[in-house]
């Protein structure tokens, strides 16, 4: 059964930092993406970040760029997200997605993923 376990979200002041962990299992993490989205109350969901597993490379969304860094520890199945110089604008439900395949193009595409897990609140105050 694969399970997506994202935690880590919470209240936090504008300017500050966080990180997000997303546990996976039931799939080989090591040949997998794993990416963050999230969504807003009134928005549509939004791919923020995203990492191939496989060879470390990275993608972001351009709001994010420059503040968040997503990793992942392939040891522990997990996959991080840290989030830097944070401003209202980025409060969301944030969900980690996976798919156990490749990916080198529509990264932060949500049809992408065949896996999601619940979400986790990150609220930043102004």
């Known amino acids: 059964e694969v399970q997506l376990q994202a935690s880590g979200g919470g209240l936090v002041q504008a300017g500050g930092s966080l990180r997000l962990s997303c546990v996976a299992s039931?799939?080989?993490?090591?040949?997998?993406?794993v990416a963050w989205f999230r969504q807003a109350p009134g928005k549509e969901r939004e791919g923020v970040s995203f990492i191939n597993n496989s060879d470390g490379i990275t993608r972001y969304a351009d709001s994010v760029k420059g503040r968040f860094s997503i990793s992942s520890d392939n040891a522990k199945n997990t996959a991080y997200l840290q989030m830097n110089s944070l401003k209202p604008e980025d409060t969301a439900v944030y969900y980690c997605?996976?798919?156990?395949?490749?990916?080198?193009?529509?990264?932060?595409?949500?049809?992408?993923?065949?896996?999601w897990g619940r979400g986790t609140q990150l609220t930043v105050s102004s």
């Open positions: 997605a996976a798919a156990p395949y490749y990916l080198s193009e529509r990264e932060l595409a949500d049809w992408e993923y065949d896996y």
């Open positions: 039931g799939f080989t993490f090591d040949d997998s993406v």
